[in-house]
Protein backbone atom coordinates (compact mmCIF):
# COMPACT_ATOMS: atom_id res chain seq x y z
CA UNK A 1 0.00 0.00 0.00
CA UNK A 2 0.95 3.64 -0.95
CA UNK A 3 1.12 6.38 1.84
CA UNK A 4 1.46 10.18 1.54
CA UNK A 5 2.78 9.69 5.42
CA UNK A 6 3.70 6.53 7.61
CA UNK A 7 4.18 6.56 11.17
CA UNK A 8 5.71 3.55 12.88
CA UNK A 9 6.18 2.33 16.49
CA UNK A 10 3.60 4.66 18.05
CA UNK A 11 1.57 4.13 21.32
CA UNK A 12 -2.09 5.30 21.46
CA UNK A 13 -3.16 3.28 24.29
CA UNK A 14 -1.42 2.09 27.10
CA UNK A 15 -2.26 -1.04 27.65
CA UNK A 16 -1.97 -1.89 23.79
CA UNK A 17 0.67 -3.03 21.81
CA UNK A 18 2.31 -0.30 19.22
CA UNK A 19 1.09 0.97 16.30
CA UNK A 20 1.73 1.92 12.71
CA UNK A 21 -0.37 4.91 11.52
CA UNK A 22 -0.79 5.36 7.47
CA UNK A 23 -1.96 8.59 5.78
CA UNK A 24 -3.41 8.82 2.43
CA UNK A 25 -4.81 12.45 1.48
CA UNK A 26 -5.32 14.31 5.00
CA UNK A 27 -6.78 10.77 6.12
CA UNK A 28 -5.35 7.77 8.17
CA UNK A 29 -6.37 4.95 6.22
CA UNK A 30 -4.42 1.93 7.80
CA UNK A 31 -4.26 1.94 11.99
CA UNK A 32 -2.30 -1.17 13.11
CA UNK A 33 1.00 -3.21 13.92
CA UNK A 34 3.21 -3.82 11.12
CA UNK A 35 1.44 -1.98 7.78
CA UNK A 36 3.26 -3.01 4.90
CA UNK A 37 3.33 -0.53 2.49
CA UNK A 38 6.01 2.32 1.16
CA UNK A 39 5.64 6.33 2.09
CA UNK A 40 6.96 9.49 0.99
CA UNK A 41 7.86 10.28 4.64
CA UNK A 42 8.32 8.20 7.11
CA UNK A 43 8.47 9.09 10.70
CA UNK A 44 9.69 6.25 13.29
CA UNK A 45 8.08 7.37 16.89
CA UNK A 46 10.21 4.86 18.60
CA UNK A 47 7.67 4.37 21.13
CA UNK A 48 6.32 7.68 22.00
CA UNK A 49 3.22 8.51 22.77
CA UNK A 50 0.45 10.35 20.35
CA UNK A 51 -2.91 12.19 20.99
CA UNK A 52 -5.20 13.77 18.54
CA UNK A 53 -4.38 17.13 17.60
CA UNK A 54 -4.89 19.50 20.62
CA UNK A 55 -8.28 21.88 19.82
CA UNK A 56 -8.02 25.73 21.72
CA UNK A 57 -12.17 25.89 21.59
CA UNK A 58 -11.70 29.56 23.17
CA UNK A 59 -8.35 32.15 22.74
CA UNK A 60 -8.38 36.04 21.68
CA UNK A 61 -5.52 36.35 18.96
CA UNK A 62 -6.45 40.24 18.54
CA UNK A 63 -5.75 41.17 22.15
CA UNK A 64 -3.13 38.85 22.88
CA UNK A 65 0.70 40.04 23.80
CA UNK A 66 -0.67 43.62 25.26
CA UNK A 67 0.28 42.87 28.81
CA UNK A 68 3.14 45.43 28.74
CA UNK A 69 1.59 48.52 27.05
CA UNK A 70 -1.01 49.84 29.39
CA UNK A 71 -0.30 47.33 32.43
CA UNK A 72 -3.10 46.48 34.90
CA UNK A 73 -2.98 47.15 38.46
CA UNK A 74 -6.06 46.07 40.31
CA UNK A 75 -6.24 42.74 38.50
CA UNK A 76 -10.42 42.93 38.20
CA UNK A 77 -12.52 41.91 35.42
CA UNK A 78 -13.89 45.32 34.96
CA UNK A 79 -10.26 47.00 34.98
CA UNK A 80 -9.35 44.60 32.32
CA UNK A 81 -11.98 45.37 30.11
CA UNK A 82 -11.24 48.93 30.48
CA UNK A 83 -7.91 49.03 30.31
CA UNK A 84 -8.26 46.47 26.77
CA UNK A 85 -10.76 49.37 25.53
CA UNK A 86 -8.04 51.97 25.61
CA UNK A 87 -5.77 49.70 23.92
CA UNK A 88 -8.50 48.39 21.51
CA UNK A 89 -9.24 51.63 20.43
CA UNK A 90 -5.77 52.13 19.24
CA UNK A 91 -5.37 48.61 17.26
CA UNK A 92 -3.21 48.98 14.04
CA UNK A 93 -3.45 45.86 11.39
CA UNK A 94 0.02 44.87 10.97
CA UNK A 95 0.39 45.00 14.73
CA UNK A 96 -2.88 43.08 15.34
CA UNK A 97 -1.90 40.23 12.72
CA UNK A 98 2.29 39.56 13.78
CA UNK A 99 0.71 39.65 17.74
CA UNK A 100 -1.74 36.97 16.29
CA UNK A 101 0.84 35.28 14.36
CA UNK A 102 2.94 34.93 17.72
CA UNK A 103 -0.04 33.16 19.29
CA UNK A 104 -0.42 31.02 16.09
CA UNK A 105 3.47 29.74 15.96
CA UNK A 106 2.36 28.89 19.87
CA UNK A 107 -0.17 26.88 19.20
CA UNK A 108 1.10 24.84 16.16
CA UNK A 109 4.13 24.19 17.98
CA UNK A 110 2.58 23.09 21.36
CA UNK A 111 0.30 20.81 19.42
CA UNK A 112 -2.78 22.11 18.53
CA UNK A 113 -4.80 21.92 14.91
CA UNK A 114 -7.61 23.29 15.54
CA UNK A 115 -8.61 26.65 17.48
CA UNK A 116 -11.72 28.65 18.20
CA UNK A 117 -10.80 32.32 18.05
CA UNK A 118 -13.35 35.37 19.54
CA UNK A 119 -12.23 38.48 17.96
CA UNK A 120 -13.96 41.71 19.60
CA UNK A 121 -16.41 42.66 17.30
CA UNK A 122 -17.53 46.31 18.68
CA UNK A 123 -17.66 50.34 17.81
CA UNK A 124 -14.05 50.58 19.40
CA UNK A 125 -12.06 48.22 16.94
CA UNK A 126 -14.44 47.67 14.63
CA UNK A 127 -13.80 44.65 12.47
CA UNK A 128 -10.19 44.35 12.60
CA UNK A 129 -10.39 41.54 14.48
CA UNK A 130 -12.43 39.65 11.98
CA UNK A 131 -10.53 41.36 8.82
CA UNK A 132 -7.16 39.81 10.30
CA UNK A 133 -8.72 36.51 11.08
CA UNK A 134 -9.72 35.98 7.75
CA UNK A 135 -6.46 36.53 6.11
CA UNK A 136 -4.36 34.24 8.59
CA UNK A 137 -7.06 31.83 8.27
CA UNK A 138 -5.57 31.65 4.58
CA UNK A 139 -2.40 32.01 5.29
CA UNK A 140 -1.95 29.34 8.34
CA UNK A 141 -4.91 27.25 6.00
CA UNK A 142 -2.08 24.12 6.18
CA UNK A 143 -1.05 24.29 9.12
CA UNK A 144 -4.09 24.74 11.40
CA UNK A 145 -7.96 25.20 11.26
CA UNK A 146 -9.16 28.86 12.59
CA UNK A 147 -13.22 29.26 13.68
CA UNK A 148 -14.01 32.84 13.95
CA UNK A 149 -16.54 33.82 16.44
CA UNK A 150 -18.14 37.46 15.83
CA UNK A 151 -17.77 38.42 19.52
CA UNK A 152 -19.76 41.59 21.18
CA UNK A 153 -17.42 42.37 23.85
CA UNK A 154 -18.98 45.34 24.85
CA UNK A 155 -22.61 44.30 24.48
CA UNK A 156 -24.92 44.12 21.99
CA UNK A 157 -28.14 46.61 23.43
CA UNK A 158 -25.97 49.14 25.67
CA UNK A 159 -23.81 49.40 22.04
CA UNK A 160 -26.02 50.84 19.60
CA UNK A 161 -24.84 49.97 16.33
CA UNK A 162 -23.18 46.49 17.49
CA UNK A 163 -25.52 44.29 15.89
CA UNK A 164 -25.21 45.86 12.44
CA UNK A 165 -21.69 45.16 12.65
CA UNK A 166 -21.84 41.85 13.92
CA UNK A 167 -24.37 41.05 10.80
CA UNK A 168 -21.62 41.95 8.23
CA UNK A 169 -18.81 40.16 10.22
CA UNK A 170 -20.89 37.13 9.80
CA UNK A 171 -21.30 38.38 5.85
CA UNK A 172 -17.52 38.87 5.74
CA UNK A 173 -16.99 34.82 7.07
CA UNK A 174 -17.31 34.72 10.75
CA UNK A 175 -18.20 30.99 11.45
CA UNK A 176 -19.91 31.31 14.99
CA UNK A 177 -21.77 33.99 16.48
CA UNK A 178 -20.78 34.80 19.74
CA UNK A 179 -22.28 36.52 22.73
CA UNK A 180 -21.39 38.78 26.01
CA UNK A 181 -24.67 38.84 27.41
CA UNK A 182 -23.46 40.29 31.19
CA UNK A 183 -21.62 42.99 29.69
CA UNK A 184 -25.59 44.72 29.49
CA UNK A 185 -26.80 47.40 31.98
CA UNK A 186 -29.48 44.99 33.62
CA UNK A 187 -31.16 41.52 33.43
CA UNK A 188 -33.97 42.75 30.75
CA UNK A 189 -31.31 43.38 27.99
CA UNK A 190 -29.02 40.03 29.03
CA UNK A 191 -31.69 38.52 27.81
CA UNK A 192 -32.37 40.42 24.53
CA UNK A 193 -28.73 40.31 23.92
CA UNK A 194 -28.71 36.41 23.99
CA UNK A 195 -32.28 36.36 21.86
CA UNK A 196 -30.47 38.69 19.34
CA UNK A 197 -27.38 36.14 19.25
CA UNK A 198 -29.82 32.66 18.38
CA UNK A 199 -31.61 34.85 16.00
CA UNK A 200 -28.05 35.76 14.18
CA UNK A 201 -27.14 32.21 14.06
CA UNK A 202 -30.63 30.86 13.24
CA UNK A 203 -30.84 33.12 10.12
CA UNK A 204 -27.02 32.12 9.03
CA UNK A 205 -27.19 28.32 10.39
CA UNK A 206 -24.06 28.94 12.20
CA UNK A 207 -23.26 27.82 15.58
CA UNK A 208 -23.26 29.67 18.93
CA UNK A 209 -20.35 30.50 21.42
CA UNK A 210 -21.01 33.09 24.11
CA UNK A 211 -18.88 34.47 27.57
CA UNK A 212 -21.41 34.03 29.95
CA UNK A 213 -22.09 33.95 33.62
CA UNK A 214 -18.64 35.55 34.65
CA UNK A 215 -18.78 36.20 38.39
CA UNK A 216 -18.09 35.04 41.91
CA UNK A 217 -21.87 34.68 42.42
CA UNK A 218 -25.60 34.55 40.90
CA UNK A 219 -26.37 37.70 42.77
CA UNK A 220 -26.71 39.45 39.43
CA UNK A 221 -28.64 38.14 37.15
CA UNK A 222 -26.79 39.07 34.22
CA UNK A 223 -24.25 37.01 35.25
CA UNK A 224 -26.47 34.00 36.08
CA UNK A 225 -28.12 33.36 32.60
CA UNK A 226 -27.05 29.74 31.82
CA UNK A 227 -30.84 28.69 32.90
CA UNK A 228 -32.41 31.07 30.37
CA UNK A 229 -29.50 30.29 27.74
CA UNK A 230 -30.21 26.19 27.86
CA UNK A 231 -34.01 26.90 27.85
CA UNK A 232 -33.63 29.03 24.81
CA UNK A 233 -31.45 26.10 23.07
CA UNK A 234 -34.12 23.67 23.39
CA UNK A 235 -36.81 26.50 22.21
CA UNK A 236 -35.08 27.10 19.01
CA UNK A 237 -33.71 23.18 18.44
CA UNK A 238 -30.38 24.48 18.96
CA UNK A 239 -29.08 21.05 20.99
CA UNK A 240 -25.59 20.44 20.59
CA UNK A 241 -24.80 23.75 18.84
CA UNK A 242 -24.35 25.99 21.77
CA UNK A 243 -20.78 26.58 23.86
CA UNK A 244 -20.50 28.66 26.81
CA UNK A 245 -17.28 30.26 28.23
CA UNK A 246 -16.04 30.86 31.78
CA UNK A 247 -19.24 30.03 33.89
CA UNK A 248 -18.10 30.64 36.35
CA UNK A 249 -21.12 31.69 38.57
CA UNK A 250 -22.35 28.28 38.85
CA UNK A 251 -19.24 27.41 41.18
CA UNK A 252 -21.18 29.53 43.81
CA UNK A 253 -24.32 27.40 43.83
CA UNK A 254 -25.46 25.25 46.76
CA UNK A 255 -25.30 21.50 45.26
CA UNK A 256 -29.19 21.50 45.18
CA UNK A 257 -29.36 24.48 43.40
CA UNK A 258 -26.64 23.45 41.11
CA UNK A 259 -28.00 19.90 40.12
CA UNK A 260 -31.52 21.67 37.91
CA UNK A 261 -28.43 23.96 36.16
CA UNK A 262 -26.65 21.24 35.29
CA UNK A 263 -29.58 18.40 34.09
CA UNK A 264 -30.65 21.52 31.68
CA UNK A 265 -27.05 22.11 30.34
CA UNK A 266 -27.10 18.24 29.57
CA UNK A 267 -30.26 18.52 27.90
CA UNK A 268 -29.50 21.60 25.74
CA UNK A 269 -26.02 19.67 25.10
CA UNK A 270 -24.33 22.77 25.94
CA UNK A 271 -20.94 22.34 26.02
CA UNK A 272 -19.00 24.70 28.77
CA UNK A 273 -15.35 25.97 28.19
CA UNK A 274 -13.68 26.63 31.12
CA UNK A 275 -10.80 29.09 31.13
CA UNK A 276 -8.68 28.32 34.28
CA UNK A 277 -5.79 30.39 33.76
CA UNK A 278 -8.15 33.45 33.06
CA UNK A 279 -10.72 32.48 35.90
CA UNK A 280 -7.94 31.71 38.43
CA UNK A 281 -6.36 35.10 38.26
CA UNK A 282 -9.89 37.06 37.87
CA UNK A 283 -11.92 35.95 40.47
CA UNK A 284 -12.32 36.23 44.20
CA UNK A 285 -10.48 39.76 44.22
CA UNK A 286 -12.58 40.96 47.43
CA UNK A 287 -12.61 37.76 49.56
CA UNK A 288 -10.08 38.42 52.60
CA UNK A 289 -10.21 34.85 53.29
CA UNK A 290 -10.44 31.63 51.82
CA UNK A 291 -10.27 33.15 48.45
CA UNK A 292 -12.45 31.70 45.93
CA UNK A 293 -10.92 29.43 42.78
CA UNK A 294 -13.29 30.80 40.57
CA UNK A 295 -13.95 27.93 38.78
CA UNK A 296 -16.96 26.72 36.88
CA UNK A 297 -18.20 23.56 38.57
CA UNK A 298 -15.92 21.28 36.27
CA UNK A 299 -16.30 18.16 38.66
CA UNK A 300 -20.19 18.27 39.18
CA UNK A 301 -20.60 19.28 35.44
CA UNK A 302 -18.65 15.89 34.30
CA UNK A 303 -19.80 14.04 36.63
CA UNK A 304 -23.48 14.90 35.38
CA UNK A 305 -22.79 14.07 31.73
CA UNK A 306 -22.09 17.53 30.82
CA UNK A 307 -19.43 18.21 27.78
CA UNK A 308 -16.64 20.27 29.32
CA UNK A 309 -13.49 21.32 27.50
CA UNK A 310 -10.89 23.67 28.52
CA UNK A 311 -8.83 26.54 26.63
CA UNK A 312 -6.07 29.17 27.19
CA UNK A 313 -8.67 31.80 26.55
CA UNK A 314 -5.90 35.15 26.56
CA UNK A 315 -1.80 35.25 26.31
CA UNK A 316 -0.75 37.78 28.25
CA UNK A 317 -2.95 40.82 28.88
CA UNK A 318 -5.06 42.34 31.75
CA UNK A 319 -7.26 39.35 31.49
CA UNK A 320 -4.54 36.73 31.83
CA UNK A 321 -0.81 38.43 32.01
CA UNK A 322 0.74 34.87 31.21
CA UNK A 323 0.17 31.74 28.88
CA UNK A 324 1.80 30.13 25.99
CA UNK A 325 -0.91 28.51 23.74
CA UNK A 326 -0.14 25.06 25.49
CA UNK A 327 -2.51 23.03 26.03
CA UNK A 328 -0.56 20.57 28.13
CA UNK A 329 0.38 23.73 30.83
CA UNK A 330 -3.43 24.65 30.91
CA UNK A 331 -4.58 20.92 31.33
CA UNK A 332 -2.19 20.69 34.11
CA UNK A 333 -3.02 23.43 35.74
CA UNK A 334 -6.53 22.91 35.62
CA UNK A 335 -6.12 18.95 37.28
CA UNK A 336 -4.27 20.73 40.23
CA UNK A 337 -7.29 23.18 41.10
CA UNK A 338 -10.51 21.06 40.29
CA UNK A 339 -7.93 18.24 42.22
CA UNK A 340 -8.00 15.50 39.24
CA UNK A 341 -4.97 13.48 40.42
CA UNK A 342 -5.88 9.64 39.88
CA UNK A 343 -5.05 8.03 36.23
CA UNK A 344 -8.84 8.06 35.68
CA UNK A 345 -9.21 11.70 35.95
CA UNK A 346 -5.84 12.83 34.23
CA UNK A 347 -7.46 11.15 31.48
CA UNK A 348 -10.63 12.78 31.73
CA UNK A 349 -8.61 16.29 31.80
CA UNK A 350 -6.63 14.97 28.54
CA UNK A 351 -10.44 14.14 26.76
CA UNK A 352 -11.55 17.48 27.41
CA UNK A 353 -8.45 19.34 26.08
CA UNK A 354 -9.07 16.73 22.86
CA UNK A 355 -12.05 14.81 22.11
CA UNK A 356 -14.41 17.31 24.22
CA UNK A 357 -13.14 20.37 22.81
CA UNK A 358 -13.40 19.32 19.59
CA UNK A 359 -17.25 18.62 20.13
CA UNK A 360 -17.51 21.88 22.02
CA UNK A 361 -16.22 23.34 18.10
CA UNK A 362 -18.30 20.82 16.21
CA UNK A 363 -15.63 18.93 14.72
CA UNK A 364 -16.18 15.49 16.91
CA UNK A 365 -17.00 13.62 12.95
CA UNK A 366 -13.42 14.12 11.51
CA UNK A 367 -11.93 13.67 14.31
CA UNK A 368 -9.50 11.19 16.52
CA UNK A 369 -7.13 8.60 15.98
CA UNK A 370 -8.93 6.07 13.82
CA UNK A 371 -9.27 4.89 10.24
CA UNK A 372 -11.36 7.27 8.33
CA UNK A 373 -10.87 10.43 10.34
CA UNK A 374 -9.12 13.18 9.57
CA UNK A 375 -5.23 12.99 10.10
CA UNK A 376 -4.65 15.53 13.14
CA UNK A 377 -2.67 14.13 15.44
CA UNK A 378 0.44 15.36 17.77
CA UNK A 379 3.30 12.53 18.60
CA UNK A 380 5.11 13.22 22.29
CA UNK A 381 7.99 13.00 23.56
CA UNK A 382 7.20 10.37 26.31
CA UNK A 383 6.19 6.93 26.10
CA UNK A 384 3.14 6.78 28.06
CA UNK A 385 -0.24 8.43 27.21
CA UNK A 386 -0.76 9.00 31.53
CA UNK A 387 2.42 10.85 31.42
CA UNK A 388 1.38 13.51 29.31
CA UNK A 389 0.14 15.56 31.88
CA UNK A 390 2.72 14.94 34.33
CA UNK A 391 5.80 15.69 31.63
CA UNK A 392 4.38 18.29 29.67
CA UNK A 393 6.72 17.13 27.03
CA UNK A 394 7.93 18.66 23.71
CA UNK A 395 5.34 17.80 20.71
CA UNK A 396 7.96 15.93 18.83
CA UNK A 397 5.77 15.87 15.81
CA UNK A 398 2.65 17.92 14.85
CA UNK A 399 0.93 16.34 12.08
CA UNK A 400 -2.01 18.27 10.27
CA UNK A 401 -4.61 17.00 7.48
CA UNK A 402 -1.29 14.26 7.30
CA UNK A 403 1.44 16.79 6.82
CA UNK A 404 4.29 17.44 9.26
CA UNK A 405 3.64 20.97 10.42
CA UNK A 406 6.07 21.12 13.35
CA UNK A 407 8.93 18.79 14.34
CA UNK A 408 10.92 19.46 17.77
CA UNK A 409 14.00 17.92 18.40
CA UNK A 410 14.18 15.44 21.30
CA UNK A 411 17.74 15.57 23.57
CA UNK A 412 18.64 14.29 26.18
CA UNK A 413 20.39 17.19 28.57
CA UNK A 414 21.24 14.86 31.35
CA UNK A 415 23.59 12.24 30.23
CA UNK A 416 24.78 8.90 32.80
CA UNK A 417 27.01 6.77 30.80
CA UNK A 418 25.89 7.59 27.53
CA UNK A 419 22.01 6.47 27.89
CA UNK A 420 18.98 8.08 28.70
CA UNK A 421 16.18 6.63 30.93
CA UNK A 422 14.18 5.26 28.18
CA UNK A 423 16.06 2.21 26.38
CA UNK A 424 14.03 3.34 22.86
CA UNK A 425 15.48 7.11 23.09
CA UNK A 426 18.95 7.10 20.90
CA UNK A 427 21.01 9.64 21.13
Not at 10 to 34: C, F, S
Request: proline share 4%.
Amino acid sequence: MQFDLLIRNVRIQDEAPLVDIGIRDGRIVALETGIEGKAEELIDAEGRAALPGFVEPHLHLDKAFLHRRLPARLGTLEEAIRVTGILKSKQERSDVLARSRQVLDMAITNGTTTLRAHPDVDLIQGLIGVETLLELRSEYQDLIDIQIVAFPQEGIIKSAGTHALMQEALAMGADVVGGCPYNELGWEDTQRHIDIVFQLAQENDLDIDMHADFSDDTSDRRFAAATYVAQKTMETGYQGRVSLGHVTSLGSLDPDDLKPVIELLRQADISIVTLPATDLYLSGRKDTKNQRRGLTPVRALHHGGVNVAYSSNNIRNAFTPFGKADMLVIGNLLAHVIQYGTPEHQAAILDMGTINAARAVGISKDYGLAVGKCADLVILDTYQIADALLDIPARSWVVKRGRVSAVTQHSCHIRRKETCSNPNHHH
